[in-house]
């Protein structure tokens, strides 16, 4: 596949004042991070009951509509894992105009995640500092919720991202996956197998080719016709990617998605004292722009060209879709400019789109 044309980019000093920024930065940005998501999230979960006027402003243009994955996309835009970690909010993020949500990350067991304070904003940045720790309800918990979602004529493509629980042992991981691919797979569009998040303890060691082939094998095996796809963090060395590039085409996966945040702090404005402050954590947002650009560039000079890649990483404005999309990425995600941007975050995507002219070309 190819992709047309390119676009230039406003500066966040440049782009305009809306409502919702005006709310983020009297109100929103005062408030506790992820006291503000779940206030949002009540929000997006409410928007289907509106009857559709919602989704009569916010969906993408037929023009924009991208076959990957052996199915149609809406667009070639969508929010990333972390956001819906429950699978409680597809639809409502579906009227908001993101051409799939990818749910997760969920766990074979319901976990609590790490201690709060968890996630911090960087916002002179653009960035977010999260360690979340997989957070979430359990696999068995968002199959009900998927299957319902998937009920609606109306609705994004709706991807489960799944991860290891916090207290199943690195050498058990596999059953883990396992477990809740069997589960999540009959109902979902694809399978995504998050072995990058930062955040639990062990789990990057997972990108390990040794440990990495058995594990993708069993997943692939459980996911049967469901399209799979591997998550990579961004602080890999090239080796490190083509190596799980060609493991990933072996063995016959759909694709890859690159990336997940990082543990990286360089190029940051804020004050290295209150970053320090913050703590760990996976950093996500405009720093990680330039490299999640590069590690796309860098599969792609190995991939073949039908291997969908889904690219994420410091997206924000439609000019920063186009640029993955003119890299080579299949589709292309966000999620925190979501906190900067607000609820017509993905619509606007969508119209800058259009305004360029952009189209999927066999």
Same mark, same amino acid.
């Given at each position: ?27 929103? $940005? ?54 819906? $970690? ?29 201690? $709060? ?102 997943? $692939? ?90 690219? !994420? ?18 589709? !292309? ?30």
């Amino acid at each position: 596949m190819t992709q047309t044309p390119t676009a230039t980019s406003a500066s966040p000093s440049s782009a305009p004042v809306t409502p919702y920024k005006v709310l983020f930065s009297t109100v929103l $940005k005062r408030m506790d991070p992820e006291r503000a998501h779940h206030l949002a999230f009540t929000v997006i979960r409410a928007l289907p009951l509106l009857g559709g006027l919602v989704r009569a402003v916010c969906k993408p243009h037929e023009s924009l509509r991208v076959h990957a994955l052996g199915m149609d996309f809406p667009s070639p835009f969508g929010l990333a894992a972390g956001f819906d $970690k429950n699978a409680a909010g597809i639809l409502g993020l579906g009227e908001l105009g993101f051409g799939h949500v990818e749910v997760g990350t969920v766990t074979r067991h319901a976990q609590d995640g790490n201690p $709060k304070p968890r996630m911090f904003r960087l916002v002179p940045d653009r960035g977010l500092i999260n360690r979340m720790g997989f957070n979430n309800e359990g696999s068995a918990a968002a199959v009900p919720r998927i299957e319902r979602a998937r009920m609606k004529r109306t609705r994004p493509v709706i991807g489960a991202n799944i991860g290891k629980s916090r207290v199943t042992d690195v050498a058990d991981a596999t059953g883990d996956y396992v477990w809740s691919a069997e589960r999540l797979a009959p109902i979902s569009d694809y399978l995504a197998v998050n072995v990058s998040s930062p955040n639990t303890p062990g789990l990057r060691g997972l990108q390990e080719l040794e440990l990495l082939e058995p594990l993708l094998a069993a997943v $692939k095996r459980a996911a049967g016709e469901t399209p799979l796809l591997v998550k990579i963090a961004p602080d890999m060395e090239d080796e490190q990617i083509d190596g799980i590039v060609a493991l990933a085409v072996r063995l016959g996966l759909d694709g890859i998605i690159a990336t997940n945040t990082t543990i990286s702090r360089e190029g940051l404005t804020a004050q290295a004292a209150e970053v320090a402050a913050m703590g760990a954590g996976g950093l996500s947002g405009a720093p990680l722009a330039d490299r999640s650009l590069a590690v796309l560039e860098r599969i792609r000079q190995t991939a073949p060209a039908d291997f969908c890649v889904i690219a !994420v990483g410091g997206v924000t404005s439609a000019a920063d879709v186009l640029a993955r999309l003119a890299a080579g990425a299949t589709l !292309v995600q966000g999620f925190t400019a979501f906190i900067y941007e607000g609820p017509l975050w993905a619509r606007d995507i969508n119209r800058g789109l259009r305004r360029a002219g952009w189209r999927q070309r066999s």
